[in-house]
C-alpha cells in the first residue's frame, strides 16, 4: 500500500454481530484505511429493530450508508452482511471499487451438492429447537455451527439471553440466504458485474461455503480466492491481521 489517502472501506457485519466486529480489522489495517461500519436493524445500537422485514432493511441502510460516501468505495461484508453487500454491488456497480465477500452464507448457490446436503442435516437440531420455541437451545446450536468456537457455558448469561432474544434474525435473513427473490442468482446478474472480487473462506469453515465460494467463483467474470489457514467462520473477529493482509494484496 502506498502512502496516498486511505483507501474508502464500507462494512457489513454478520448476523447476530454488529458494527464493533470491525474493530479488529480497522486496527490492522490502520491508516491505509478508513472503514465506515454500521448496525444492521436487530443489532448492536439498533438491536430493538423487529426480524419483520429484516433482509430489507437491511439492504435499505447499506444503501443509505453507501449513497452518504464520497466515491466508489470498497465494499466488505461477512456472512450474512456479504449477501447484502452482493445486492447492493448488483444494483449500483459504480459505486464499487472493489467486492469482498467473506463467508458468504448464499445457500440457494450451493444447492443439489453434497456439502449443501451436509449443511441441512446439521442445522436440523437447530431448526428444531427454534420451531418449537426452545431460543437459547436454538442459538446454541446455531453458534455450535457459526460462532467464534467459544463454548456456549462460556458466555454471560446477558449474552446467551441476547443471543437468544435476537436468534429469530436467522430465519429472516432467508430472503437472502436461499435467494427468495431471485435477485442475488439471477440469470446474467453474477455475470455482469465487472469490478474486483474477493471471496474469503477460513480453512475450518463448514464446508458448505466452500461450495458457495465455488459456484460464485464460477460466475463472476473477476474473482480471486483467499483461504485462511486455521480460521472458522467468525475470521474478521478470530484473524483479522491475516484478513488486512489478504485485503492489501487484493486492493493492490
Do not use: K, Y
Not at 146 to 158: D, H, I, R, V
Request: glycine fraction near 10%; charge should be neutral; charged fraction near 20%.
Amino acid at each position: 500500500m502506498s502512502a496516498a489517502a486511505p483507501r474508502a472501506v464500507l462494512a457489513v457485519h454478520a448476523a447476530l454481530a454488529s458494527a464493533g466486529a470491525w474493530a479488529g480489522l480497522a486496527r490492522e489495517l490502520g491508516p491505509d484505511a478508513a472503514i465506515r461500519s454500521f448496525d444492521l436493524p436487530g443489532h448492536g445500537r439498533n438491536a430493538d429493530a423487529a426480524p419483520e422485514g429484516h433482509a430489507m432493511r437491511a439492504i435499505d441502510l447499506c444503501r443509505a450508508e453507501l449513497a452518504a460516501m464520497a466515491g466508489p468505495c470498497d465494499l466488505v461484508g461477512h456472512s450474512f452482511g456479504a449477501l447484502v453487500a452482493l445486492w447492493l454491488a448488483l444494483e449500483r456497480p459504480q459505486a464499487i471499487r472493489t467486492l469482498c465477500l467473506i463467508e458468504p452464507v448464499l445457500f440457494a448457490a450451493a444447492r443439489r451438492t453434497p456439502e449443501h446436503a451436509d449443511h441441512l442435516r446439521a442445522h436440523a437440531p437447530f431448526a428444531s429447537a427454534l420451531a418449537e420455541g426452545r431460543r437459547e437451545e436454538a442459538a446454541r446450536d446455531f453458534l455450535a455451527i457459526w460462532g467464534s468456537g467459544a463454548p456456549w457455558e462460556g458466555l454471560a448469561p446477558a449474552q446467551r439471553a441476547g443471543l437468544a432474544r435476537r436468534i429469530d434474525l436467522i430465519p429472516a435473513g432467508a430472503l437472502l440466504t436461499e435467494d427468495r427473490t431471485g435477485t442475488l442468482l439471477r440469470p446474467g446478474g453474477l455475470e455482469s458485474l465487472d469490478l474486483p472480487v474477493l471471496l474469503v473462506d477460513g480453512a475450518a469453515s463448514p464446508p458448505v461455503i466452500g461450495a458457495i465460494l465455488r459456484a460464485l467463483g464460477a460466475r463472476l467474470p473477476d474473482a480471486r480466492r483467499a483461504t485462511i489457514p486455521g480460521a472458522g467462520h467468525m475470521l474478521p473477529l478470530s484473524h483479522p491481521g491475516d484478513l488486512a493482509g489478504v485485503l492489501r494484496a487484493f486492493w493492490s
